[in-house]
């Protein structure tokens, strides 16, 4: 069997398959992508028994591509943290789905393993904007603050390296800094020692300048929405703002537009206190996630004033 591992961009795809490979490895053709690019196993070859594992991709965009290996005889390994209101259950489909608003893909391997690799599912957990179970967990560890910063820094910047409308738009392809990580065991190591650090470190600071005179587009008490330039900083930016912005006042929502190229908004959208942003974004085209964090690919220019008064409805309803 040909043996495919398929993972989101992000810091938590990235960790979640960096732990499951330093515990179980094996020689796997790899697939990755930005981090809105989420149906990735359209990528799988269209050939009999194919062994794939996918991690942090939400199933339902993928339903059909499991399907398809699974009818040729192949065997599909499933763990991630998104709504999967289409999942099945198949002989060959080993599926651990957890929506739940406190997990993450890399914190679900982390539970099958034990804790062997926890810092690493520390890191992800921080990167996925999940900053009380993090800290619980750092603390667990025994890591002091100064520990947690730099767990907290590296998340944040592996998440912050995979937004964007092409892997051209990133500091670091996905693919090349999982194999940048593949050397280092403990987050600390590869802080201290990856040069692909140092590089993200920059580029994170170099657009947050861009972003310093950045003001809301609209706000009330209930949150803040911002629209963003069509501009590769912007897209870089995106969702690690969204994050910083939530968290500096976790009473309030947050959402972050920003242009696409061709036209349109890619959509971030962070809530609090049980006020779905995954609600919000299915009622659009492309929109998907999860209760405290959710998106939309790809909103038409012509449905912004819809969205816009859509939004604050419905943080001021609370649902």
Known sequence: MRSFDLFNGDADGLCALHQLRMAEPRSACLITGVKRDIDLLRHLPDEPALDVTALDLCFDRNVDH?????????????????AATLRFDHPRLKACIDPSPDVCTAL????????????????AAFGDNLIPV???????QGHGDEATHRLRHLGLLLNYNAYGETVQD???????LYEALQGFE??????????????????????????????PHRSTPDGALYLLPAAAWARRLCGTLANALAAQCPTACVAMLTGRPEGGYLVSVRTHGGIGADVLCRRYAGGNGRAGAAGIDRLPEAELDRFIADYFQHIERGT
Do not use: K, N
Request: glycine fraction near 6%; avoid cysteine.
């Open 66 to 82: 499991v399907r398809r290996v699974l009818e040729t005889g192949g065997e599909v390994q499933y763990v991630d943290h998104h």
């Open 108 to 123: 679900l391997v982390d539970r099958r393993l034990d804790g062997r690799y926890r810092d690493w599912a520390i890191t």
């Open 134 to 140: 993090a800290q619980r967990l750092a603390q667990a």
């Open 170 to 176: 990133l500091h670091i392809p996905p693919l090349a």
């Open 186 to 215: 403990s987050p600390f190591d590869f802080i201290d020692g990856a040069a692909h650090y140092v590089a993200l470190d920059q580029g994170y600071r170099e657009d947050q300048q861009q972003a310093s005179a950045l003001r």
